[in-house]
């Protein structure tokens, strides 16, 4: 479910004069798409107009809608994109199974040999420090760098961006983030405030300044931004906590207790995805050393999300490194009458049941758990996903012979 098949088509345009109006109107359409939900059309729009990534403004667009609309991605370097409909929406679907189509888009290496061409463009430090920021947040980068060096990185190319007059309000609200991050509350209040100005329709840089001055007791000037994030987040649990924020704020300017914060969010929302890595991490260690906690921990990193297949991968990763493939046959197997009863959850939970069963040579004890997960995961995922081939065949290798 990580692999992608990779597409793209590669459409030869003119040169001169010609090719700089196409330019201006290729992204005017790729906007319009994007506000339309269509996110691979706005993208295989740009990528046939600029297949060699050449354009400046062309692949910094790409960029933005790789990092921001992916579905799947492959260390944030091969993206899984696809039309949305109105009433869908990227935080509910990513990491769920479905029909992608998939985009190569080497970030890191574009923008920087794009900037050896253009070394006064800042546009593209803006860029670099978005990548590096996402690849922090995502977690994908733990190979390569560490949280503190990925955000360093993504401060360095912010700095120069902002020093240039290049900047949005994602650049500012990350700022601001890695700088509460820090528990540089006061430093990190004018960058939200910025984010703010540049977007007052950003719920996230709402909340988080919200967050800040309530930490630096200045209450009142935290409410408005409080109620403001509660009336702009579409999605629970994002809409009750900053309500409940909004609650224990008006509690305490009329005299009430002092101030249980709850936490700062994350640019799609979420609590932060380095408190996911952090836990990611804790699991690895314990699982290496057999600790008597492991099966704890484990449980809070699956209810983090039970219905994303990065974090059953993660597990399989762990303890397949650790050789505790019946340790995680069992876990899961428990998960089945607690976890949510979406088909979604419980496909994925009998999916990898039965691939568990069968690395264990239990291929009895698997069938069953395969014909769950046909039966589930055909409710939500395309028919063609590359997933169904697996659950075939192992439907015909663990089926009871007669």
């Not at 910025?194 to 709402?206: D, F, I, M």
């Not at 300017?253 to 929302?269: E, S, V, Y």
């Not at 050393?289 to 492991?294: D, E, I, L, T």
């Not at 899961?332 to 979406?342: G, N, Y």
């Amino acid at each position: 479910m990580r692999v992608f098949l990779l597409a793209a088509a590669l459409v030869l345009l003119g040169a001169g004069s010609l090719r700089a109006q196409t330019e201006a109107a290729v992204l005017a359409k790729a906007e319009q798409l994007i506000g339309q939900k269509k996110y691979e059309s706005a993208y295989r729009a740009l990528e046939e107009f600029d297949p060699k990534n050449t354009h400046v403004a062309v692949v910094l667009k790409k960029e933005d809608i790789a990092l921001n609309y992916y579905l799947l991605s492959v260390n944030l370097e091969v993206f899984g994109l696809r039309d949305l409909k109105a009433n869908e929406q990227v935080a509910q679907l990513r990491g769920k199974p479905g029909k992608y189509g998939s985009y190569q888009l080497p970030v890191a290496q574009v923008l920087a040999a794009l900037k050896r061409r253009h070394p006064s463009d800042y546009r593209l430090d803006l860029g670099l420090g978005h990548y590096y920021y996402t690849l922090q947040q995502c977690g994908c980068g733990k190979q390569r760098f560490s949280d503190e060096e990925l955000l360093q990185k993504a401060q360095q190319y912010y700095t120069a961006a902002h020093s240039h007059d290049q900047e949005d309000y994602e650049s500012r609200f990350a700022t601001g983030f890695m700088l509460m991050r820090k528990q540089q509350l006061a430093a990190a209040v004018p960058e939200l405030e910025r984010s703010v100005a540049l977007n007052a329709e950003y719920p996230n840089a709402h909340y988080n300044l919200a967050y800040a001055y309530a930490a630096l007791e200045r209450p009142a000037e935290a409410l408005p931004h409080a109620k403001q994030a509660a009336a702009l987040y579409a999605l629970q649990p994002y809409k009750g906590e900053a309500q409940s924020m909004v609650e224990a704020l008006e509690k305490h300017l009329q005299g009430g207790p002092a101030l249980n914060l709850l936490g700062t969010r994350n640019a799609d929302g979420s609590q932060p995805a380095g408190a996911y890595a952090a836990l990611r991490e804790q699991v690895a260690a314990a699982v290496a050393r057999k600790a008597s906690n492991a099966k704890e921990l484990t449980l809070k990193l699956f209810q983090l999300d039970p219905e994303n297949d990065g974090m059953y991968a993660d597990l399989m990763d762990i303890y397949q490194a650790n050789n505790q493939f019946p340790a995680m046959e069992v876990f899961f197997r428990e998960q089945l009458p607690t976890a949510p009863q979406t088909p979604t959850a419980q496909g994925m939970l009998h999916f990898y049941v039965a691939v568990l069963n069968m690395q264990l040579g239990r291929p009895a004890a698997a069938y069953p758990h395969f014909q769950q997960a046909d039966a589930q995961l055909r409710k939500v995922a395309k028919s063609d996903n590359p997933l169904f081939d697996t659950i075939r065949r192992g439907l015909a290798e663990s089926k009871p012979r007669r």
